[in-house]
């Protein structure tokens, strides 16, 4: 059994739902700590095991991207005014031979953000996997 740990970084452009929740003048709205609660949705791979753990992302205030760390894989992206992102994929190495291909596609909402991983699997074997994120924000 494989298990797949990922960090992302996520742009926001305008994260309506989390306005004002930045805790000082340089503190984008979207930083903060996330509980994520992650489930395996579609897959072709097999047997994937995956494992929630906190989401931590950074945002600069005015900036439109953020930093999203969710193990040890690290995403960027642009955050669209009404608070979706899609991050650039990233390749990383799995299985000897193989290359899984990483991306995350989302949304703020008011007390977190939902978004969907998606992997592809090449190499040796080709498949794919979507994981599903549901992070609630931590504190206040």
């Given at each position: 059994?494989?298990?797949?740990?990922?960090?992302?970084?996520?742009?926001?452009?305008?994260?309506?739902?989390?306005?004002?929740?930045?805790?000082?003048?340089?503190?984008?709205?979207?930083?903060?700590?996330?509980?994520?609660?992650?489930?395996?949705?579609?897959?072709?791979?097999?047997?994937?095991?995956?494992?929630?753990?906190?989401?931590?992302?950074?945002?600069?205030?005015?900036?439109?991207?953020?930093?999203?760390?969710?193990?040890?894989?690290?995403?960027?992206?642009?955050?669209?005014?009404?608070?979706?992102?899609?991050?650039?994929?990233?390749?990383?190495?799995?299985?000897?031979?193989?290359?899984?291909?990483?991306?995350?596609?989302?949304?703020?909402?008011?007390?977190?953000?939902?978004?969907?991983?998606?992997?592809?699997?090449?190499?040796?074997?080709?498949?794919s996997y979507i994981v599903e994120w549901t992070g609630t924000r931590e504190g206040s």
């Open positions: 059994m494989q298990i797949l740990r990922m960090t992302v970084v996520l742009a926001i452009a305008g994260a309506t739902p989390l306005a004002g929740q930045g805790r000082d003048s340089k503190v984008g709205a979207a930083s903060g700590r996330y509980a994520t609660a992650v489930q395996l949705g579609e897959n072709s791979c097999g047997a994937v095991a995956v494992a929630s753990m906190p989401t931590v992302i950074t945002h600069r205030l005015g900036d439109t991207t953020i930093t999203l760390a969710h193990g040890p894989l690290t995403h960027h992206a642009v955050l669209k005014p009404n608070g979706t992102f899609l991050t650039r994929p990233i390749r990383v190495g799995a299985a000897p031979g193989e290359v899984s291909t990483v991306q995350v596609a989302g949304r703020f909402t008011a007390r977190g953000f939902l978004a969907s991983v998606s992997v592809d699997v090449t190499g040796p074997r080709k498949c």
